[in-house]
């Protein structure tokens, strides 16, 4: 095994349309795999700096979420590692915590893991609403399979 | 000319806080206007849904006080069906809602509101022999050598270096606001890195009785977890032991850190003593030690306090159709019977009428509907809610611990109880607050082990589960006292499912918009008057406002690849 402990983490908010994408995705990732206990999968929700825990504390780590990409197309995208972006904004709340601040807050902390890896899809509706737009909806599974075929080339590895 | 200021989170996305102020020649706030630029609608969610299921629904409104919304949930539908919990799930409701408030209360400290008074940047340029020595002197908490505080400062050099410290690049740094020394900013540095080691052991409690943490079990009629100290899978000594191990940790870092640095900190500022606001609070109360309708019993009192007058605390029934009510007079909302008429929330509405201007926009007109948030109001009087709420009425209701730690912060920054009555006072009371929840928890800690002695295990009622049970229509309302403030659920369950839902949560009491007379809420009330150095680094507004832990950008948390600047600030 080239990694004792994989994270796997669904973000986004589930009242909003497609910004639920993550929590879906990680559902649909638990229900259709049976790793050991290696891996863990975990609901994440919008919970930003509590979610650092998650981060640090394993070796390789794959966080589903709703995303703006640099350049916008309707598909999934997939960022390892230096792509992501790591900051510390000045905010209004504490809720504004973003998943880009507890990356920064784990480089800061030199408590990085090996592997951190963002599998995402940007939204088309982000109404008030349970449940995924049509479009994101249908580019699910291919994320899903992604997040498997990594684990399961580090479970192997 | 006077000018106008604008603090704005996400104008990318619409949404969170908005902040419009308005300053006169010598830049002092004349007006301010607050507007949450989301809207919510849970209400409109929940209808036609099992009521045993809202809590999960409910918990997803806010990314952070999951568990506070779970709870008040459970709570409100209890109440209706007139279901009584166990003891266990009582002791072990409040056991994890004094750990929810514990740590929010931490983490709040550290890592949102003390760079609000800490500079990071000044930090690089202490002496850490002399940080060592001050850190010495207010405390026995023995990470304070100066080859402690060199390493530390030499990590963030190498960050600023590297160009890394592009994580702290958004901040006001260097803004004459900031009064601490370097060497007391550098002990600050510290102390937010350890504290986010700490948050991360305190909310195990959580996932021990709910399973998991984010997002723990509840249940309506008690609690998911099991009890049985011969185990393996319950709650059993093992972990009965690891959460007695937390809580000695907690009371530790709370009385060795976060007091000591409160009390250094403020120090500096005690010259600073605006944003006082309404001068009006309320609190439901929480944490029961029998039940939830014997508010008598409530370890946190509920009351009222009216114009700053500690002399009297007058008595507060949220179940009164005339006490708690919201109106829609400046909200992006439509009443049947109008919309400057309050409703109690049992015969709330939530139809939204958006008639503000398309998005992205200068400013809100702020004489018309300016805000997501509706407003609520307590016998017609804006309130605040939170920490210095709940610290002032238990203060004057006389709450021996609560004496004590106001008694011992006063004395030692030399003020009297009238500087609590400020954005510093709020800081203050979120401190002595929390050194009280941590004491909760061992008190909750303690009760537990002493019921499961008696041989009592159950967690769950399930006497009124079957929804066959229960009567045609029922009303409940649940409460509690969420970090932020008073939080209600109020139900109507109708035909066995949700007919109405309303929830009125701690930050609409406290950022509200202008009611139909157009008396301000806390927020706006407590930045009117405060001269600012230099409108385009709102430092003190932001100081102001984060003091309430505002809970308004929760809804969404899209990941930026661009990585733009977030809250951005207009003068126009």
């Known amino acids: ?157 | 000319m006077a000018k106008r200021i604008v603090v704005d989170p996400i104008p990318r996305i619409e949404g969170h806080l908005r902040i419009e102020a308005k300053l006169n020649e010598s830049n002092v706030i004349e007006e301010a206007y607050s507007s949450g630029t989301m809207w919510r609608g849970i209400e409109v969610i929940l209808k036609g849904r099992d009521p045993r299921d809202a809590w999960a629904f409910a918990e997803r409104i806010c990314g952070v006080c999951t568990s506070v919304h779970a709870l008040a949930s459970v709570r409100c539908v209890e109440d209706a069906l007139g279901i009584t919990v166990p003891n266990n799930a009582r002791i072990i409701r409040n056991l994890m809602h004094a750990t929810q408030q514990t740590q929010d209360h931490l983490v709040h400290f550290y890592h949102l509101h003390a760079l609000d008074w800490v500079d990071v940047v000044s930090a690089l340029k202490a002496d850490p022999k002399q940080a060592s020595v001050i850190a010495q002197s207010i405390s026995a908490w023995p990470k304070s050598s100066p080859g402690y505080f060199k390493d530390l400062q030499q990590r963030l050099v190498g960050f600023v270096e590297s160009g890394q410290l592009g994580i702290f690049a958004n901040g006001y740094w260097g803004h004459p606001a900031y009064k601490l020394p370097p060497e007391v900013n550098l002990i600050a540095v510290a102390h937010y890195l350890e504290a986010l080691d700490f948050q991360k052991e305190i909310i195990k409690i959580h996932t021990i009785f709910g399973g998991k943490n984010p997002h723990p079990n509840y249940l309506v009629g008690g609690m998911a977890c099991a009890i049985d100290p011969n185990s393996d899978t319950a709650i059993n000594i093992e972990r009965l032991s690891m959460i007695k191990k937390i809580i000695d940790d907690t009371q530790t870092f709370i009385d060795q850190v976060y007091i000591p640095d409160l009390i250094a900190i403020a120090g500096y500022y005690k010259g600073w003593l605006h944003g006082g606001g309404v001068g009006n609070y309320l609190s439901y109360g929480d944490f029961p030690e029998t039940s939830l309708a014997d508010f008598k019993t409530l370890l946190w009192p509920r009351g009222a306090i009216l114009n700053k007058d500690l002399s009297t605390v007058i008595d507060v029934d949220p179940r009164d159709a005339s006490q708690v009510t919201e109106e829609v007079s400046h909200s992006w909302y439509t009443y049947a019977g109008g919309d400057a008429k309050g409703l109690h929330p049992w015969k709330g509405e939530t139809t939204p009428k958006y008639t503000g201007p398309k998005p992205p926009f200068e400013n809100l007109d702020t004489d018309k509907k300016y805000s997501w948030l509706k407003t609520p109001r307590w016998k017609n009087h804006p309130m605040e809610v939170g920490p210095l709420a709940r610290v002032l009425i238990a203060y004057a209701k006389g709450d021996p611990m609560i004496k004590d730690t106001v008694g011992l912060v006063l004395s030692k920054l030399e003020v009297g109880p009238e500087a609590l009555f400020s954005t510093l006072g709020r800081t203050a009371a979120r401190g002595i607050e929390c050194k009280q929840t941590a004491g909760f928890m061992r008190h909750y800690y303690d009760q537990l082990v002493a019921n499961i002695k008696t041989g009592d295990y159950r967690t769950f009622n399930s006497e009124k589960w079957d929804p066959s049970t229960w009567p045609a229509e029922c009303k409940g309302f649940g409460y509690t006292e969420a970090p932020r403030g008073s939080l209600g659920h109020w139900i109507d369950i109708k035909d066995q499912k949700i007919k109405e839902y309303q929830i009125v949560v701690p930050s609409t009491w406290n950022a509200s918009p202008r009611d139909a007379n157009g008396v301000s809420g806390a927020y706006e009330s407590a930045l009117k008057g405060t001269p600012m150095i230099n409108p385009e680094q709102p430092l003190e507004i932001l100081r102001t406002v984060h003091s309430f832990d505002p809970c308004l950008a929760c809804a969404s948390h899209l990941f930026d690849m661009n990585g733009k600047e977030i809250t951005v600030v207009k003068i126009v």
């Open chain 1, 1 to 157: 095994m080239k990694y004792n402990r994989i994270n796997v983490i669904g973000l986004g908010n589930l009242l909003y349309g497609d910004e639920g994408f993550g929590v879906t995705a990680i559902r649909s990732f638990q229900a259709s795999s049976s790793y050991p206990d290696a891996v863990q999968c975990i609901d994440g929700g919008t919970q930003g700096i509590y979610l650092l825990d998650f981060i640090e504390s394993c070796d390789a780590v794959i966080v589903f979420d709703a995303l703006i990409p640099l350049e916008y197309e309707r598909r999934v995208y997939l960022y390892r590692n230096e792509e992501l972006p790591a900051f510390i904004h000045r905010k209004m709340s504490s809720h504004q915590m973003g998943f880009s601040e507890m990356i920064g807050l784990a480089r800061l902390r030199g408590n990085m893991p090996k592997e951190l890896v963002l599998i995402g899809i940007p939204p088309k509706e982000l109404e008030l609403n349970v449940g995924l737009s049509d479009e994101v909806a249908l580019l699910l599974p291919e994320a899903v399979e992604m997040g498997k075929a990594l684990v399961d080339g580090w479970l192997a590895g």
